[in-house]
């Protein structure tokens, strides 16, 4: 029973730890300031047209040796937005 005492904080700290981990490293925290550009550009699409051309917008600068540019579209397709 000792080992059940001492294990027990353990045990939750370790889970406290994950989650906070999950919630730091989360797509939607990432990639949040992509995510509010494409919503304004959407929100500002009046036609079907419009929101094609938000469709490849990419709403920040690519960085150095990324292989793709992250686009309003591949945010769509994520359920991002």
């Known amino acids: 029973m000792t080992w059940l005492r001492r294990g027990l904080p353990i045990i ?14 989360s797509p939607r925290r990432s990639n949040a300031g992509a995510i509010a550009r494409c919503r304004e550009a959407y929100g500002a699409a009046h036609t079907s047209t419009d929101s094609a ?7 920040l600068p ?3 040796g990324q292989m793709a540019p992250l686009s309003c579209r591949a ?5 991002l937005l």
């Open 12 to 25: 939750g700290l370790g889970a406290v730890l994950a989650f906070a981990a999950w919630i730091w490293m």
């Open 53 to 59: 051309r938000v469709d490849w917008l990419i709403p």
């Open 62 to 64: 690519q960085n150095k």
């Open 75 to 79: 945010l769509r397709d994520a359920k």
